[in-house]
């Protein structure tokens, strides 16, 4: 079945380092990526996308890198802020609906 | 910038009660999505509306579950009779495109659904 999921469920980092937030998928046909980004109490927050038929994606302070062969997504924001602190999730687009993995805390230690 | 919006942002109802909640998407966007999480869980998608008929759905969209687009603004979800684990945060989501010619979905800041 189609399923999308996290490695890990909390990240800490120290304010002014590089994040990485991993995300390993199922279903080979995806061809659409998204990491979320979701604060206390609000909806999803779109961050960057990627298509299948690209590697790698930048944005401001954000990458994401999309590995088709082992099925692996990442994050990765550069200079982390305490305004990053979040839940991550990545997201897969399948038939136009988004199936989310289960989400990375990332927790910005001053 | 555009945005799409829910009310009540807060919604307490007795088991078995019918409760309707509502979005107004981003205007002129053309695909409508209702999605909710369950406290501490992943968001999971419910239906997906498009040309005043809904696109796809999920398992849990049963037929307690029904979507209307009672005009050119208002998008609607309604529980028909409500259960202790239909609690959780329902969030509309609105998009441009979808497809090959794909826009993002732009989500709204949701609805706490307290079944009591």
């Known amino acids: 079945g189609e399923s999308v999921g996290l490695h890990l469920p909390t990240l800490s980092v120290q304010e002014g380092d590089n994040s990485i937030i991993n995300c390993a998928y199922s279903n080979s046909a995806s061809d659409y990526f998204i990491w979320y980004k979701q604060e206390s109490g609000k909806g999803p927050q779109f961050i960057i996308d990627?298509?299948?038929?690209?590697d790698k994606r930048q944005g401001q302070r954000v990458t994401v890198l999309l590995n088709k062969t082992v099925k692996h997504l990442s994050l990765q924001i550069a200079a982390t802020q305490p305004g990053d602190s979040a839940v991550y999730f990545c997201a897969e687009r399948s038939t136009g609906k988004l199936i989310f993995g289960q989400g990375t805390t990332l927790q910005v230690k001053p | 910038e555009p945005e799409v919006t829910q009310t009540p942002s807060h919604q307490v109802t007795q088991m078995g009660q019918e409760v309707i909640l509502r979005c107004v998407p981003i205007s002129n966007h053309l695909y409508f999505y209702w999605y909710r999480q369950i406290l501490g869980q992943k968001v999971e998608f419910l239906v997906s509306?498009?040309?005043?008929?809904?696109?796809?759905k999920s398992e849990i969209f049963d037929d307690q579950f029904s979507v209307e687009r009672p005009d050119g603004s208002n998008f609607t979800l309604k529980i028909r009779s409500t259960k202790l684990e239909d609690s959780a945060m329902y969030f509309c989501?609105?998009?441009?495109?979808?497809?090959?010619?794909?826009?993002?979905?732009?989500f709204g800041p949701g609805t706490r659904l307290t079944v009591t």
């Open positions: 990627i298509r299948s038929n690209m």
């Open positions: 989501a609105s998009a441009a495109l979808t497809g090959l010619g794909s826009s993002e979905q732009y």
């Open positions: 509306f498009y040309n005043n008929e809904i696109s796809e």
